[in-house]
Antibody, heavy 118, light 108 residues
Framework: EVQLVQSGGGLVQPGGSLRLSCAAS????????MNWVRQAPGKGLEWVAN????????YYVDSVKGRFTISRDNAKSSLYLQMNSLRDEDTAVYYC???????????WGQGSLVTVSS | EIVMTQSPATLSVSPGERATLSCRAS??????LAWYQQKPGQAPRLLIY???TRATGVPARFSGSGSGTEFTLTISSLQSEDFAVYFC??????????FGGGTKVEIK
């Protein structure tokens, strides 16, 4: 059974940092693109970033470029999102998601709430 | 950036009736479109990819159609578990990958 189990959310002050993790099981992690997608409270879905199977390609939405870094550890079947210089508008539930091609999402994690507030 | 527009924002339907949801792209996305269902407090679930291919385990009452800039998700006979929010997403030209704003299907 494919599982994506997330950890690492919480409350952080503006300008602070947080790292999200996503532990994968039930499939060969190293053969899939992986993504982060977020959803602000009561709002729609926004793609944040994705990473190629071997980590050689990384792409971001403009609003997080230079502040967020996506990474993966295929030996640990884990995906990460390092979030720096956090802003109020980064407040959202963040989901990790598997992609059978680079770009649509067939399995999702349970979500991690990130609240940026003073 | 390709902008995805969904209509209507809210659709009121009685159980057993047919629901038709629309998604429009600001430029052609060919057939590179997916649909997701999201229930309150849950992660989204993939329903359709390639505009018309049902994902594993998705009931046959869900069908997708369209290409280019106009797409439709049809639920042939609404069941109680189908009342949710539905999002379309294009993956033809990225980054960024972009979603529509969603259509909420509620009980009439």
């Amino acid at each position: 059974e494919v599982q994506l189990v997330q950890s690492g959310g919480g409350l952080v002050q503006p300008g602070g940092s947080l790292r999200l993790s996503c532990a994968a099981s039930g499939f060969t992690f190293s053969t899939y693109w992986m993504n982060w997608v977020r959803q602000a409270p009561g709002k729609g879905l926004e793609w944040v970033a994705n990473i190629k199977q071997d980590g050689s390609g990384k792409y971001y939405v403009d609003s997080v470029k230079g502040r967020f870094t996506i990474s993966r550890d295929n030996a640990k079947s884990s995906l990460y999102l390092q979030m720096n210089s956090l802003r109020d508008e980064d407040t959202a539930v963040y989901y990790c998601a598997r992609a059978p091609t680079p770009a649509y999402f067939d399995y999702w994690g349970q979500g991690s709430l990130v609240t940026v507030s003073s | 950036e390709i902008v995805m527009t969904q209509s209507p924002a809210t659709l009121s339907v009685s159980p057993g009736e047919r629901a038709t949801l629309s998604c429009r792209a600001s430029q052609s996305v060919s057939g590179n479109l997916a649909w997701y269902q999201q229930k309150p407090g849950q992660a989204p679930r993939l329903l359709i990819y390639g505009a018309s291919t049902r994902a594993t385990g998705v009931p046959a009452r869900f069908s997708g159609s369209g290409s280019g800039t106009e797409f439709t998700l049809t639920i042939s006979s609404l069941q109680s578990e189908d009342f949710a929010v539905y999002f379309c997403q294009q993956y033809n030209k990225w980054p960024p990958l972009t979603f529509g704003g969603g259509t909420k299907v509620e009980i009439k």
